[in-house]
């Protein structure tokens, strides 16, 4: 199936998010620094929760331990590395989130802090008109407030390892790759886990992507 990317108009929305400053103006951040990238065309749209602070340094969606794991999962399903990022950046994914600019750190020191649903609610008509620019056969939700964002309240145990449908596209499910949770610890979420790299595999196949000449089987 070959893309169906409106370039032009992705790259008109890039320039937008880049200039955007709504929670900055709100008094969500001290700082907004919206992450962008170069328009172009993509069979997969990956949407996580918001940048952490190693993208907010270096500019780039899941540029940090997190990136990797993701890279990891896809590389398994047999997807082709690029070379745009300095982790194995997929070429054939278009990589975003609810929220586009890092929130900064929790309040408990623990990890970053979760974007409001208020800023949520600004980010999400740049989200739904770059999911339309696009134009993907498959979403990847990655972290539990992406899949609660595309469908609803929903336990990661009940989502991670299905494959799901959203406005006619094939939605695919993980938890959250950071690291921070300790879901993934539980030998019967490392099984969910493997179920949903099996389905994103069957989702390449049937996307016309082709195979990694080093996958793993």
């Keep these: 199936m070959p893309p169906q990317t409106d370039i032009r108009r992705l790259q008109a929305l890039m320039d937008r998010v880049a200039s ?10 001290t700082e907004a620094r919206p992450i962008t990238a170069a328009a172009r065309a993509a069979r997969v749209i990956i949407v996580g929760q918001a940048p952490g602070p190693v993208t907010h340094r270096e500019g780039i969606h899941f540029a ?14 047999g997807f082709p590395p690029g070379v745009e ?11 975003t989130s609810l929220t586009r600019c890092f929130p900064g750190p929790s309040v408990s020191g623990n990890g970053d802090r979760a974007p409001s649903p208020k800023e949520m609610a600004l980010c999400r008509p740049y989200l739904v008109e770059e999911i339309d620019a696009v134009d993907p056969g498959l979403l990847v939700l990655v972290g539990a407030m992406a899949i609660r964002a595309f469908l ?65 089987s």
């Design 85 to 95: 990022h300095k982790w194995p950046h997929l070429s054939s994914a278009w990589i």
């Design 20 to 29: 955007c400053r709504l929670c900055q103006e709100a008094g969500f951040l």
């Design 152 to 216: 609803g309240p929903m336990k990661l145990d009940d989502a991670v390892g299905r494959r799901f449908e959203s406005n006619g596209r094939a939605v695919i499910p993980f938890p959250h790759s950071s690291g921070v949770s300790r879901w993934a610890n539980a030998p019967e979420n490392r099984a969910r886990i493997a179920l949903a790299v099996a389905l994103l595999g069957e989702e390449r196949e049937r996307l016309g992507i082709p195979d990694a000449p080093n996958a793993s």
């Design 64 to 77: 940090g331990p997190a990136g990797r794991t993701l890279a990891t999962w896809f590389e398994q399903a």
